[in-house]
């Protein structure tokens, strides 16, 4: 026997009717983001190697363990992207963008890929809706990006969501509260987990995060970011809060938060749920003001946001009504007939309606349990006769129909359909 084929590992299939529910995230995101003027960037999904370890930073997890990186044929080293952010400040600086209108406002839609342990709300090619607004310092901006992103959920009526909100200040402030957190985190190694004591130098500020019952009570008591903010960034991080407070977007200061990307400066976010257990965040993002003149451009302060899709979904929590589109059957009574159906439904298909037809010279009787099986709405049948019927499958009602009018105006008889269909 031939072998069969399975996907692979952390990855799934998207069926049409699951195309239905992501196509009403990508039309809700898309409204708003037209109406905040962001504009649509498509970047490849593989760039070379160094963005990501330049632009994410050598010493996160992504970078270390996550990214699907190899050798193209030409020797150069190549990774699928593991996010959006620092290919869109590549493409910022390469197309010059600078000598746009400032801010330049982008989005995204797409696949992203990380080598991760694959469970629930966890895959290795998963989806993303990002938002960037460059070329701006404004805590408006940031205030504006997450206000869009908490009407998004409102809109999806997604419930239950929280916003865990932060700032990391500047570069400086990070380095140098960096240091007294490395310092207090060897005080007490001890107590730590291998993991987090392996990584004291490397990567600090992940000790926050650890499940770790032990590194826990350590970090109840560590240094925090929050308290070393200078003024500038604590009056930038102020107004990001009141503006959100304005809005009526409620959130909850978290001293603690840390995000898995090296490039965050200032304010730091993430939508969490809890219906989605551990994999619990949604979305998040933040301030990257440092990472455009990172990846060779000039000093250009930017903020930004991407939500999983797949995350989206489960925090939806129900399939998503299809979408309730008429459908029409032409079907014939005599075999002889068919070319005039075919010619019938593609009339119909120029009008806009959708339309189908049977392909498998099944019986008159089988062509309507076919309608039925696809939910059509209307069927025209070709009768042996020469007349053509127009059922609809709601009513049960029946009528002849006199097509020749329509062969003029083919319009007319998508709204004649359309008419019919709100009065049943
Ligand atoms: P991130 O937090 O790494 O940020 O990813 C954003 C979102 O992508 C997460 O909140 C989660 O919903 C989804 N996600 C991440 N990894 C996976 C996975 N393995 N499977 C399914 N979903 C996943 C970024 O990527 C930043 N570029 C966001 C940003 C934009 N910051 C500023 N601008």
Redesign the pocket.
Known sequence: MADRYQLPRGTFDVLPDESNARARIERSAGQLFARAGFERITTPAFEETALFERGVGRSTDIVQKEMFTFDDKGGRSITLRP???APICRAYVEHGMKKLAQPVRLYYIGPFF?H?RPQA???RQ?N?I?A?TIGTDSPMADAELIIMLDELFARLRISGVRLRLGSLGSLETRHGYRERLVAYLRRHKAQLSDDVRRRIDLNPLRAFDSDDPGTRRVMQNAPLLVDSLDSDDATHFGEVCSMLDEAGVRYDIDPTLV???DYYTRTVFSFVSAKLGAQS??????R?DGLIEQLGGGATPAA?????V??VLLAMGRPVRLSRRLVVFVAVANDRDRRGAFRLAAQLRRTGITTQIDLGGRSLKGQFRHAERIGARFIFTLEESGEVSLRDRRSGESHQVDLTPFEEEPKELRKYLRDLSHSG
Do not use: D, M, P, V
């Open positions: 996010e959006g952010t990380r991760e709300g966890r895959y998963f993303q990002g960037e995000r898995g990307l965040e949604i979305g998040g993002g933040g990257y930004g946001w991407a939500i999983g797949e995350r």
